[in-house]
């Protein structure tokens, strides 16, 4: 079955540094992938996803994300933080047609 | 263009309550619908989920039960609330097919006290 670790349940960047939250998924069969972003009391909202159209995806808010099968991952990155993006982050991977959810991400973003 | 609602968006509730909480899709048809709960600091955990009226599959047993009573409307709902119950409860739909986003909706937070 597909599934999705995420690794760090919390990141801390400074703003305008490197935002990389990581993700590696296990799967036997090429794999669905997205990222979703949770700002709090609020519904997930979809950042990018992967669907084997192209390796490197490019999303909303100038996040990107890169599909790597040799290593398994599809870690999500921006090259300069900004206090908005201050959330919480999931990794998600279809499986057997429903979507299986990563423990998530807490992105802080320190002025 | 596809909506979703939920509601209430806040629900205080005494233990041993009833709870109904509703969500309903707009501008879509048969889509899969699915509750989620998050307890602080758990992530994101299935409860149900139901391709078609009528049709629910449970993820977790407890004390909740889910109806889907029309193709865009999914009721989660319980008979005695328990402290565990509070949470953060959030309604998703997406098409069947592989490749499909899921779109969640913006989330009722229920504290049971």
């Known amino acids: 079955a597909q599934s999705v670790t995420q690794l760090g349940s919390h990141v801390s960047v400074s703003e305008g540094a490197l935002v990389l939250l990581r993700c590696n998924y296990s799967s036997s069969v090429p794999p669905y992938l997205f990222w979703y972003v949770q700002y709090p009391n609020q519904g997930l909202q979809l950042l990018l996803k992967y669907t084997s159209a192209a390796t490197l995806v490019k999303g909303i808010n100038g996040f990107e994300a890169e599909f790597k099968k040799s290593e398994t991952s599809f870690h999500l990155t921006k090259p300069s933080a900004h206090m908005s993006d201050a959330a919480e982050y999931f990794c998600a991977v279809i499986n057997r047609g429903d979507m299986r959810f990563g423990a998530g991400t807490r992105l802080t973003v320190k002025p | 263009s596809q909506t979703i609602h939920q509601w209430p968006a806040t629900l205080v509730q005494p233990v041993g309550s009833p709870l109904s909480l509703e969500c309903t899709v707009e501008g879509t048809s048969n889509p899969n619908l699915y509750w989620y709960r998050q307890a602080a600091g758990r992530g994101l955990q299935l409860l149900f989920y139901?391709?078609?009226?009528?049709?629910i599959s449970s993820e977790v047993p407890q004390n909740l039960s889910a109806s889907r009573p029309q193709d865009r409307q999914f009721i989660l709902s319980s008979k005695k609330l328990l402290l565990s119950d509070s949470g953060f409860y959030l309604c998703?739909?997406?098409?069947?097919?592989?490749?499909?986003?899921?779109?969640f909706g913006p989330g009722t937070r229920l504290t049971v006290l």
């Open positions: 998703a739909w997406r098409l069947g097919f592989q490749a499909d986003t899921q779109y």
């Open positions: 139901s391709v078609g009226i009528g049709q």
